[in-house]
Structure formats: structure tokens, C-alpha cells
């Protein structure tokens, strides 16, 4: 048993009390004290399939991004094509590099004409900072990450629950749809996604009013869940983490991400150097064990005898009750085949299977 | 933090109940709220011998993998087979229903390298 090391230079989001006060067990993650879980990840994961959940995301790194013909001004710096998304709509990108690397993935809220907020993995938080502001001088770019909180609502029952708490009409929200509007009396950022599988939303507002919002969302009902559930979420909804499915040394073909690349749109950074990259080699893959052992990071996967590949995120999966996992693999590897996961030196079969895991309404 | 009066403890958190040469071996009520629900469980087969503070077996909770160390040395003589298929009984009852092996003690004066209920209790407090 191996108890987390928590050093005095983690930061703390709004909602620390508030999370200490629910009984989340804290851990550090990315330079922050993050709740990993409260009552338990086997209960958190079900509340957010079955009914509602809400998780603290302030700590992922979030930007202000103006100036004019600012849709075209970042085209030239990520992969997708942000120019065509309009005011009050949400949008995926990836962030490259001038090889063919992936720096981060990263999500744009259109809130004005003018203005993107952008929000961006924690661990990255810096580095894609210092790549936009190096390569857009003309933009002004303003850091949130001290004063703004974002909480994620997941879940079926998410609408409904949020409904109690705003005048908004929430079923006039359409997925990826983001708009101003009063949770609770609080003025925010509300968007229609998540990174769930599940139905859900997202709210980013003013950090000294965390704590009311908070409150009032788990009076109506919604389960406080950590960054442990949510990684489970992630997972079986097939979506894919910087660090394990996305890494800089990767393109995004090999990642599977090669449908937020818009190679057809003007040159923007590592267009060029993908341009030959189309077929990859390797690429992930969902894979879902058959017997009861559990996939983890880092263990080889092997096929014909031999070591082809490595599981780049693994799990148990409470919803779909078993192991579930993807991994880098051979190209040649399809859906419908199957491989074995070195698991502490012994082999365990596994199936590659069409993602995701689990389906909950949302294809995200 | 339950910890009862009457067995012995690792400083891996495991526990130990001595009758006659054979220990019943089990992990602590700490260690399994620490590991949170145990939804995966991997112990050897009767036969096998364990060595005091190697890992014989694997405890997984949704998120982690945890070792369990043999707090005594031995041969396994029985397996509580019932908890692989049900390992969450390990966090029901980490001291009775959920205990993972029996062993033959090959050295009993290993047991004075453990510490008892009340240097446990300090030792997690």
C-alpha cells in the first residue's frame, strides 16, 4: 500500500473545503490537491451513467484568447478548422508541433465574434501557453487558471438537475452548444459536453462563488465524483488522455485523432510534416479482455508470439464489467482480433473491439 | 480503524492469526479502505511457499494494484478460493471472511518481528 506524497507547493482549487468536507481523499495531480475519489470509483462511475454527478476540473488550464480575426489567427496554430464555428458553439482541436507531434488537445468555446476561451489539459497548461503566445503576438492571451473555477455536471439526470438551479431553458442546449448563463444565481460559462460519454455540462464562473454553486448542485441531487471516476469515464466512453493515448511523439493518425486534423484548410503548424504520414504503421486500439484479469499502462501486448505492442491506458470497467483498455498495436490489427496482455508474466486474452466500451447517449 | 486485539501485524499491512503451526494471513481493515473496493484478486495455488516480506499475491482496486506481502514464511496449505470471484468481501470483512491464505509456519520466531494491535494502531494513526 503506498500513500499519495502531499508537498506544500500543490495548488488548490476554490473547492478544496469542499471537497475535504465531502470526504474526498486528496492526491496531487498535475501540480494540483485533487479529490481522486469521495465514497468510492465504483459508485461515483454508476451515478454518472445511471443519474448525476459533478466533478471539480478547475485545476485543467484555461484561457482568455482575443483579438481580431481571432478564428483565423488560431487556425494558423492548431489542427482543426476553428474558422467556420460560430458564437455559442464548441469546438475539439489538437495542438501540434513543427515535427508531426501532438503538444496537447484542447477544447474552444466561441464566446464572442473576437473571443475564444480555450481550456487546455493541467499538465499542459504552461507549455501550450507559451506555444500560442510565441507564435500569435498579435493575440491577447489571459491565463484563468487563478481565479476561475470550472465543474463538470455529468450524467442523465444533469439537465434535470441544473434545470432546478437556472431560468435557462436547457433544452434549447444543444450538444457542444456554450452560452452565458446564472447557475444558482452565479453568472458563468455553461457548454453542453463533457468528457464522459455521458450526457452533461460544463460550467466555468468566478472561483469565490464555488463553494454556493457547489453546494447547491449537490442539494439538488448531484454526486460529488473525483478525478479516479473520471478517468473510468473516460476510458470507457474510449476517449482518449494526454500522456497515454496522445503524446508528443505520436501523430494523430497513430492516435486515432487524425479526424480533428483539417489538412485541407491553410498551413498551420505540423501540416507539413504530416502530410506523408496518412497510413500509419501503429495506431490505438480498444481492447477488451476476456477473462477477469486487468489491463494497466505499460503492459505488453502480444501477438503471434511476440511483443507488438503496450496498453497506454487500462482499467476495470464497472459498466461494462470487465477489463477494458486501449493500446498502441500494429496497424495490421483489427477489429475482431484477438491478442494477449502480459499480465505479471502471465498471458491474457483480449479482443480488439469497435470503441466505445460503453455507450451512454453520447458518441462525444 | 478496526484492529483487532488479538492478531499480528506487518508494516505492509497485513495481518496474522496463529493456531497451532498455521497462520491465517489477511490484510488489514487500513489497507483495504486505503485500496478502496477490491474488484480483482490474484493469490498462488496451495503448495507454494511464501518468504517473509516477499509479495506472493495481487489485490487490484478499479484504479491501483497493490502487492501483498507474506508477512511469515511458509507453505500455503489452503487458499480462500470463495474470494476471487467475490474479492469485495475483502473490504466487508478484512478480518474474517476475507482472509486470503493459511500457511505452515517454517520459522515461528519470525512472528516477534511483527508488531501487535496496540504498535499497529500507533503505527497508522
Known amino acids: 500500500m503506498t500513500e499519495p506524497l502531499i508537498t506544500e507547493s500543490l495548488q488548490r482549487t476554490a473547492l478544496f473545503d469542499e471537497h475535504v468536507a465531502a470526504g474526498g481523499r486528496m492526491v496531487p495531480f498535475a501540480g494540483w490537491e485533487m479529490p481522486v475519489q469521495y465514497a468510492g470509483v465504483i459508485d461515483e462511475v454508476r451515478a454518472v451513467r445511471e443519474a448525476c454527478g459533478v466533478f471539480d476540473v478547475s485545476h485543467m488550464g484555461q484561457l482568455d484568447v482575443s483579438g481580431s480575426d481571432v478564428s483565423h489567427a488560431l487556425n494558423r496554430v492548431i489542427s482543426a478548422d476553428w474558422s467556420e464555428v460560430a458564437v455559442g458553439r464548441v469546438a475539439y482541436s489538437l495542438l501540434l508541433n513543427e515535427h508531426d507531434g501532438i503538444i496537447d488537445d484542447i477544447m474552444g468555446y466561441r464566446v464572442n465574434a473576437d473571443e475564444w476561451f480555450i481550456v487546455v489539459n493541467a499538465s499542459r497548461a504552461e507549455v501550450d501557453e507559451a506555444h500560442f503566445k510565441a507564435h500569435l503576438p498579435e493575440l491577447t492571451f489571459q491565463n484563468r487558471y487563478a481565479d476561475q473555477a470550472m465543474i463538470a455536471v455529468q450524467g442523465p439526470h444533469s439537465a434535470q438537475i441544473l434545470q432546478t438551479l437556472t431560468q435557462t431553458d436547457l433544452s434549447q442546449v444543444a450538444w457542444r452548444d456554450c452560452l452565458i448563463i446564472q447557475i444558482g444565481g452565479v453568472t458563468g460559462l455553461l457548454a453542453r459536453g463533457g468528457y464522459t460519454g455521458s450526457d452533461g455540462f460544463e460550467f466555468m464562473f468566478k472561483g469565490t462563488d464555488a463553494p454556493a454553486v457547489w453546494r447547491a448542485l449537490l442539494a439538488a441531487g448531484a454526486v460529488p465524483c473525483g478525478l479516479g471516476a473520471r478517468d473510468v469515464l473516460r476510458l470507457e466512453a474510449a476517449l482518449p488522455l494526454y500522456g497515454h493515448e496522445l503524446r508528443e511523439n505520436w501523430t494523430p493518425y497513430e492516435s486515432g485523432c487524425g479526424w480533428a486534423v483539417k489538412m485541407s484548410k491553410a498551413d498551420f503548424i505540423g501540416r507539413a510534416a504530416l502530410a506523408e504520414k496518412h497510413t500509419p504503421n501503429s495506431r490505438i486500439r480498444a481492447l477488451r479482455m476476456e477473462g477477469k484479469a486487468i489491463p494497466r499502462e505499460g503492459y505488453p501486448v502480444i501477438w503471434g508470439g511476440v511483443p507488438v505492442g503496450e496498453i497506454t491506458s487500462g482499467t476495470m470497467s464497472p459498466t461494462a464489467g470487465g477489463g477494458i483498455a486501449l493500446a498502441m498495436l500494429p496497424a495490421v490489427l483489427n477489429v475482431g482480433d484477438s491478442v494477449e496482455v502480459e499480465i505479471r508474466n502471465n498471458l491474457h486474452t483480449a479482443k480488439i473491439v469497435k470503441p466505445p466500451f460503453v455507450a451512454n447517449g453520447r458518441k462525444s | ?125
Open chain 2, 1 to 125: 480503524m478496526n484492529v483487532p486485539g488479538e492478531l499480528k501485524y506487518a508494516q505492509s499491512d497485513e495481518w496474522v492469526r496463529l493456531e497451532g503451526d498455521i497462520a491465517t494471513i489477511g490484510v488489514t481493515d487500513y489497507a483495504q479502505h486505503e485500496l478502496g473496493e477490491v474488484v480483482y484478486l490474484e493469490l498462488p495455488e496451495s503448495g507454494t511457499n511464501v518468504t517473509q516480506g516477499a509479495a506472493f499475491g495481487v489485490v487490484e482496486s478499479v484504479k491501483a494494484v497493490s502487492d501483498i506481502n507474506a508477512p511469515v514464511s511458509g507453505e500455503i496449505v489452503e487458499i480462500n478460493a470463495p474470494l476471487t470471484d467475490e474479492p469485495a468481501i475483502i473490504n466487508e470483512s478484512p478480518y474474517e471472511n476475507g482472509w486470503l491464505i493459511k500457511v505452515r509456519l517454517s520459522d515461528p520466531s519470525q512472528l516477534d518481528a511483527l508488531m501487535d494491535a496496540d504498535a499497529y494502531t500507533r503505527y497508522r494513526a
